[in-house]
């Protein structure tokens, strides 16, 4: 169907564009340490006898209390969730300074602003400060979500955009597989020294793209939509690609960006409906998998299966590790099977082993009591198999799908409606997930399992293809599509630009 589009530009991945996508991909480590250090260290005993000492009392009563309502807490539940609360917040001022400063400001700012919340964080000695130091983790993680997905998407080559982009969420699971490495190492000190330094370590990655930030450079795209400059785009172009023959690329930016403006009511445009519609769902849909639910809360249930404290922390770096090899995997297929292929077939896993993880928790898993040690390590495999399903999917085509299929006239607002999506339903998982788990008990994983076949299912039907098109004319399949086309076709679609005009 698309065949006659799937054309490339001249050039070849240059040193250049390699050392500027690798800085800016660190930004993922911020989001993914940040879930792998807050759910181990809310599973240390001394980081809870220090903040939430009635829960660890409630904890230890287990003649009492129900084995999936232990950690059901609204203080705890505030500490989690406040996070995705700030980051939803700070989406809407970093799609500002994305559009109009660029793509490298929003990622300096998402550095320091994660900087000084992990070291309030690690300092904290009440639970207010530390409350205050997620609100502005949360910030860092608002900003370096918004910018990230765009820049690798705008400074890759068309062939290997998928690739590159997954460089994201490969960040984001090396961060989720370092943190609980710290949290296995510093569970072992036995004293609040540990998960102060397991909180305080996340200052390295907010150093790391504060700093980086400062050396790469903005894309073509941010600087022929903020400065109009086609000069100074055709050079940053030709360094990138490592060739002079970039007309063709760069015609295709200018025509792109020809219609973008300063504001961000153009979103709301018929034209544009196809691809807001599809990018809010796929945020929605990433976290209708759970996934956070599985990394955040992963220690907790692990212990409520019946591993120890030590066990489930190791338990949970053994996931992590699936994690990052899945990705690795999905950087390796993305641009050869396609992004379809690859949502359906981590679908299709995530969806079994939810299933066969709510049946043996229902069958064999009381209110009290526990499980045997072997089908405790069987819930361990299955989860192993939904974090490979999941990075082999929407791991990393959560953020490439959106950031290659929004046109440049609404990429930076489009991507924060992206974020702020996803982020407020992470928000309110988190904020209802332990009660959800104390009321629905086994029953949270069917939940998620219909979740997972109905988000497979609309990507069968209505997610087209965009393997191999430059990032530019990524919105002329919408106008192929059965569904799609009649919203595209008509007095607001596509339209050809002489380029020479402008």
């Known amino acids: 169907m698309t065949i006659e589009l799937r054309e490339n530009y001249d050039g070849r991945i240059t040193p250049y564009v390699i050392f500027s996508c690798i800085i800016a991909a660190t930004g993922g480590l911020l989001f993914g340490y940040d879930l792998g250090i807050s759910g181990g260290v809310t599973s240390m005993e001394t980081f809870l006898n220090h ?15 129900s084995n999936y309502c232990e950690f059901n807490s609204q203080l705890l539940t505030l500490f989690t969730s406040s996070l995705y609360l700030a980051g939803l917040l700070a989406t809407f001022p970093a799609a500002w300074v994305t559009r109009n400063v660029g793509r490298r400001a929003s990622m300096l700012a ?8 992990a070291i309030i964080g690690g300092f904290a000695f009440n639970i207010g400060m530390l409350i205050a130091g997620r609100v502005l983790l949360g910030v ?17 080559p068309s062939k290997y955009r998928g690739a590159i982009n997954n460089g994201f969420e490969v960040c984001v699971g090396l961060g989720v597989f370092i943190a609980n490495l710290i949290n296995y190492r510093t569970q072992k000190l036995q004293s609040n020294k540990g998960w ?21 450079p903005e894309t073509p795209n941010s600087i022929i939509q903020r400065t109009k400059s086609k000069e100074k785009a055709r050079k940053k172009l030709q360094k990138m690609r490592g060739t002079q023959n970039v007309e063709e690329e760069l015609n295709g930016i200018i025509a792109a960006g020809s219609t ?3 504001n961000s009511h153009s979103i709301f445009q018929r034209k544009h409906r196809p691809q807001v519609i599809m990018s ?3 945020a929605f849909f990433q976290q209708a998998t759970g996934i956070n639910v599985i990394t955040f809360y992963s220690p907790i249930i692990f212990r409520i299966i019946g591993l120890g404290e030590s066990s489930s922390l190791l338990s949970t770096l053994i996931t992590g590790i699936i994690g990052i090899i899945s990705i690795f995997i999905a950087m390796v297929l993305v641009d050869k099977l396609g992004r379809r292929t690859l949502f359906i077939a981590g679908g299709v896993l995530m969806f ?3 299933i066969l993880v709510g049946i043996i928790l229902v069958t064999q898993l009381g209110d009290y009591g526990g499980i045997s040690q072997g089908y405790a390590y069987v819930v361990l495999v299955l989860i192993c198999i939904y974090v490979g399903g999941f990075g082999i999917s929407w791991g990393p085509l959560g953020w490439l799908v959106p950031s290659e299929i929004l046109p440049l006239e609404i990429r930076s607002s489009g991507q924060s409606l992206v974020v702020a999506v996803g982020l407020f339903f992470a928000f309110l998982l988190a904020q209802v997930l332990l009660s959800l788990l104390c009321h629905m008990k086994s029953g949270v994983f069917f939940f998620f399992g219909g979740w997972v076949l109905v988000m497979t299912v609309f990507v069968i039907v209505l997610l087209p293809e965009t393997k191999g098109l430059p990032i530019e004319k990524v919105e ?16 607001e679609g596509v339209k050809e630009i002489d380029v020479a005009t402008l």
């Open 140 to 156: 860092g993680v608002g900003f370096a979500n918004q910018a990230v997905p765009l820049y690798l998407s705008e400074m890759a």
């Open 260 to 262: 973008a403006s300063n």
């Open 476 to 491: 002329k399949v919408w106008g192929e599509h059965w569904f799609w086309k009649n919203w595209t076709n008509g007095e």
């Open 51 to 65: 903040f939430f000492p009635t829960l660890l009392k409630q904890m230890s009563n287990h003649s009492t209390t």
């Open 110 to 117: 998402g550095g320091a602003a994660f900087l000084v919340g």
């Open 352 to 354: 079994v082993t939810h």
């Open 196 to 216: 102060r330094l397991s909180l305080i370590l996340a200052a390295i990655p907010a150093l790391i793209l504060s700093l980086g930030a400062l050396f790469i």
């Open 280 to 282: 809010a769902f796929i």
